[in-house]
């Protein structure tokens, strides 16, 4: 029988192969918030955040605004994170207020910028109604003072929110929407007289992928068909307000209607209890997904 001792000399041994490592695998947190909305990090605090955490890819989705993403990109680039181009808009329908995510747009692309333009100035008009209602419930706290805050990013219900808190009117921020600001309650004004179709119109002719962003808050599962046939491609799946029961319940959505799964934290900084960055995070196939399709349905 032949032996199976080694009989490579010593000095000429094989060199000994290494098992190659498996790829780390890269995360995405697709649903973040600045100072040029609702947030309170600054582009370059939020990029540095996102970088320390070890999530490698991040999109900006700041409410009708997207300035900060020139700011953000050559820090994202520096640190090595990937920065996806996006943005958070308001519509509404049926006196429901919905939010459309929309990624990898032309943020150039003027039909756009115009639409932003006149949403940011509705914006403004909306803080002084909201304040004319709140007083009429003796609240008193002014619209330039929210504005103040919001300096030079879009104004929304977050700011209002800080400032019932800074003068006492409710414990925290979230006190401040279920009694105030939430549809119903006496401060609350729509964020958009569009509907979903026209928001998600003006995300396609801008290259973007729309994404009806969290869910939950929509408490219509039938609209989301009607959205698809208007042109929705995705739906945020993963949200820091989606329990587990429910992320399945959007998963089974998402596959029946043959979406886009997305996902993010939906981080505000210190302007929102809790949700993190990095709380909720996704595959980067689903990033990859954007992508796929972009290249085969955008028109830009």
């Known amino acids: 029988m032949p032996s199976t001792r080694n009989t490579t000399p010593q000095n000429h041994r094989r060199p000994r192969r290494h098992r190659a490592h498996p790829m780390t695998e890269r995360f995405a947190d697709l649903h973040l918030h600045t100072t040029f909305s609702d947030g309170t990090d600054t582009p370059r605090q939020l990029v540095e955040l996102v970088h320390q955490t070890g999530i490698s890819t991040m999109a900006i989705t700041d409410h009708d605004n997207t300035d900060a993403i020139a700011i953000a ?5 520096q640190l090595g994170v990937e920065l996806i181009r996006g943005i958070e808009m308001s519509a509404s329908i049926e006196d429901i207020e919905v939010h459309l995510l929309g990624f990898l747009m032309d943020i150039s692309y003027a039909g756009l910028q115009a639409h932003l333009a006149t949403q940011q100035q509705r914006r403004v008009q909306r803080v002084h109604q909201m304040i004319k209602q709140l007083q009429q419930v003796g609240v008193n706290i002014s619209a330039e003072e929210v504005l ?13 929110a800080r400032t019932l808190l800074k003068h006492g009117y409710v414990s925290a921020t979230a006190e401040a929407f279920t009694k105030y600001l939430s549809p119903g309650k006496p401060g609350f004004v729509s964020g958009s007289q569009h509907t979903p179709e026209y928001i998600i119109k003006v995300i396609r002719e801008a290259g973007g992928v729309p994404v009806l962003a969290h869910p939950v808050y929509l408490r219509k599962d039938a609209l989301i068909e009607q959205f698809v046939s208007q042109g929705l491609a995705g739906l945020e799946v993963y949200h820091s307000g989606h329990p587990p029961d429910l992320v399945q319940h959007y998963e089974r959505i998402a596959d029946r209607l043959r979406l886009l799964k997305t996902g993010g934290s939906d981080y505000h900084g210190n302007a929102k209890e809790g949700a993190p960055v990095g709380s909720v995070k996704v595959s980067y196939q689903l990033v990859e997904g954007l992508r796929a399709w972009k290249a085969s349905h955008a028109s830009r």
């Open 73 to 77: 990109e050559p820090i994202a680039k």
């Open 148 to 160: 103040q805050l919001a300096g030079e990013g879009t104004v929304g219900r977050p700011h209002v």
